[in-house]
């Protein structure tokens, strides 16, 4: 378990701003990788706000979040959320032991031999599957397992990615997404709520939310593609989905599937290039 006092607080966050970005991958927030006391932590700061109560609404609804996607049968590492003081804002910090980047998913697929690379895309449509078998039907909550999300660690996969927390549905979801973008104010000026849903809609929609893994999986490793979308057509059929999803999901899976113009556009304004779309000859 992660003790962290006060003044571990402090030093953790004042060791973190001397040092640089561990991963460009982050919207929300550049995580930091830093050494502290034998053990390597991973801090992520977010947008300062000066609403208290919206804050305690986040790290209320953050807590019972992680509980709900563990109920599912989904692994969290140890997670952390305090918040700082800034320039009289509060800054939303979440502090988990940082992974290997040996053991972060999306290497492992990027670098793995093509008889590992099927096997990988198994475990995390496997987490896909959890959220469709296993969420409680009474709630509304969302879920995000692409593979940047993910750690393999000791043969099981762990999702770190606990920001923002979904225990929501997803019209309140993408109100925070727009309120806790670094870039808020072009984003409220110009992007319309709904517009929002081209992103989140991988978030609580099963079709699409297994079409973005088996894209993320295609552009990692194009000349596999064909492989993984054939795979992904069979892991499909052989589940325990409605016919009428696995239908869909087929027909989706019949190319490389492309990241929406929104997605590139956001990660264009975060600096997060990530791999392009595969060309369609």
Known sequence: MLGITQSDLDLILSISETGSADSNLGF??????????SKQLIVKKYLPVSDSGFVSGIIENH???????????????????????LN???????????????ELLRNL?????????????????????????????????????TLRNYALHDGSLYYFDTFPPMLMGQRELNKIILRMSPFRPFFIKFIPLNWINLVSDEYY????????????????RPECADAILRFGIDYINNSPCPQAEKAKITAML?????????????????SNVGKPNIRKL
């Open 28 to 37: 929300f927030s550049k995580p930091y990788r830093i050494d502290y006391k």
């Open 205 to 220: 929609c099963f079709d699409k939310m297994f079409k973005g893994i088996a894209g993320s999986c295609c552009r990692l």
């Open 254 to 270: 019949q190319s490389p599937p492309d990241l929406p113009v929104q997605w590139t556009f956001f990660r264009r304004l975060s």
């Open 88 to 102: 009289g804002k509060t800054e939303i910090i979440i502090i988990q032991e940082a992974f290997r980047k040996s």
């Open 63 to 85: 807590d019972m979040y992680i509980q709900a996607l563990r109920n599912m049968g989904i692994k969290v590492p140890d997670t952390i959320i305090t918040t700082h003081t």
């Open 109 to 145: 697929v990027e670098t793995s031999l093509v008889s590992e690379l099927l096997e990988l895309c198994r475990f995390i449509f496997d987490e896909a599957m959890k959220y469709l078998k296993n969420r409680e039907k009474s709630i509304k909550i969302g879920f995000h397992p």
